[in-house]
């Protein structure tokens, strides 16, 4: 089955809160090698310690602008899919 080859997760999603997710997604055997990326608003240091106590691959915070924003999607996307060597 297709299998996203990087993970943008946010903390604080509608449903679920992200640090669930993030649990669930590196506690599955056929998901937790997929780097998940934690994109977010959060600057607290207990947000960051959390997610990389949850195996987060790197934690990231979200600027405010826009133009910012795609920057650092961009810096993402060169860094995990271009630089970083993935298991197939």
Same mark, same amino acid.
């Given at each position: 089955? =297709?299998?996203?080859?990087?993970? @943008? /997760?946010? @903390?604080?999603? =509608?449903?679920? !809160?992200?640090? &669930?997710? %993030? ?6 055997? &056929? %998901? ?6 934690? /994109? ?5 240091? &207990? !947000? ?5 106590? %949850? $195996?987060? $691959? ?27 060597? /993935?298991? !197939?």
């Amino acid at each position: 089955s =297709p299998r996203p080859d990087i993970i @943008l /997760l946010d @903390l604080n999603l =509608p449903k679920k !809160d992200g640090r &669930e997710v %993030l649990s669930e997604i590196k506690a599955d055997e &056929e %998901l937790k090698r997929i780097p998940v990326v934690v /994109l977010t608003t959060s600057r607290a240091e &207990e !947000d960051v310690l959390k997610a990389y106590n %949850l $195996n987060a $691959n790197c934690y990231i915070t979200k600027p405010v602008d826009l133009e910012q924003f795609i920057k650092v999607v961009k810096s993402i996307k060169d860094f995990w899919l271009s630089i970083v060597k /993935l298991p !197939d």
